[in-house]
């Protein structure tokens, strides 16, 4: 076998555990670890390459697959497929993988850490003690027994979380537009007229799509019986920050646990965006986090075992 053949090369575009290096050498695949190659280079390099591996940083756009003439598959190590473009991959028969695995026990933890923090105001108190204040009637929290928690998106994540909150003695409704058949001893399956009428949390776990950009809007929001909590570790383009802050002042979003934002570009937010966002940072009703939910020590590795699994399964070598 010659693995120094271009046929067998993969361009690692992204920063990732460096386990990613002798896991492809082991499959006989030949790395090439760039971390910090622009998206120039790669469209002056990647017909050299038969595997691509990413992360957030590149889109796998139609100028780049242009010039992939070589490419057999794109690897994302994590979760969203939202910077590919998956039709025109598709049309040139070039696999695509990810690793959801990777990363959903480190999600589902944190989602379930938000909502805690969230509904037992310990953010709250955490920051007030650091004041020296020692407000016990001002923090007195909800607690999660008892409560019917709406899981949007049936997936790896949604799965991970529902499977999470056992122990907690809370319903579990899970939707999943795209799926038959998948209640199991985690969450019951349910139409969403089930989650709009009984939810008191509501968590999203659907991928970015043109369907589901800023899906969770006001008419949305209005549907549910009971004024909810929120939570977002799915993507922050599924609700305007100007939709969450205004359902906030109203009362209909009673709590909003967020690890994605509309723009996650802090210095880069648009009038309206730097309008809201000044409103949610205001507010002890959200709590927030850098996009970490999936972001652990553990799972920086689990992602690649899962890739590199896949990869091989492809059996080019
Ligand atoms: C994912 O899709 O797996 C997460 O959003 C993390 O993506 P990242 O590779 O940009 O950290």
């Not at 010659?2 to 492809?24: F, G, W, Y």
């Not at 691509?52 to 490419?71: E, F, H, M, P, Y």
């Not at 939707?175 to 399956?189: E, I, P, T, V």
């Not at 002890?284 to 850098?290: L, M, N, Q, R, S």
Request: glycine share 6%; proline share 2%; charged share 25%.
């Amino acid at each position: 076998m010659n693995t120094q053949s271009p046929k067998h090369r993969c361009l690692i575009a992204d920063k990732m555990h460096e386990s990613i290096v002798p896991m492809l050498q082991e499959i006989g695949l030949q790395p090439d670890y760039q971390p910090s190659i622009q998206r120039e280079e790669i469209l002056g390099i990647i017909e050299n390459y038969t595997g691509l591996v990413i992360r957030s940083k590149t889109n796998v756009d139609q100028a780049l697959i242009a010039k992939a003439v070589n490419l057999r598959f794109v690897a994302r190590a994590g979760a969203g497929l939202d910077q590919l473009d998956e039709q025109a991959l598709n049309a040139r028969h070039i696999a695509i993988l990810n690793a959801p695995e990777g990363n959903r026990d480190a999600l589902a933890e944190h989602n379930v850490g938000m909502l805690l923090t969230l509904m037992h105001k310990i953010h709250t108190g955490n920051r007030q003690i650091r004041e020296g204040t020692w407000d016990r009637e001002g923090n007195r929290g909800t607690e999660l027994m008892g409560k019917t928690i709406g899981i949007v998106g049936y997936g790896n994540m949604g799965q991970a979380f529902a499977h999470r909150l056992t122990g907690f003695s809370v319903k579990v409704l899970a939707y999943d537009k795209y799926r038959q058949n998948y209640g199991d001893r985690f969450a019951q399956q349910a139409a969403m007229e089930q989650l709009y009428e009984e939810s008191d949390v509501l968590s999203f776990h659907v991928p970015l799509t043109a369907e589901t950009l800023f899906f969770v809007d006001d008419s949305y929001l209005s549907r549910f019986s009971k004024n909810i909590f929120l939570l977002n570790t799915a993507r922050g383009k599924i609700i305007k920050l100007k939709t969450l802050a205004e359902a906030l002042t109203i009362g209909k979003v009673q709590g909003a646990a967020l690890d994605v934002l509309e723009n996650e570009k802090l210095n880069q937010l648009s009038e309206e965006q730097q309008r809201y966002f000044q409103e949610l940072i205001q507010s002890d009703k959200v709590i927030f986090t850098p996009h970490v939910a999936g972001w652990t020590h553990e799972s920086y590795e689990k992602i690649n075992r899962v890739l590199v699994d896949k990869i091989k399964a492809l059996k080019l070598v």
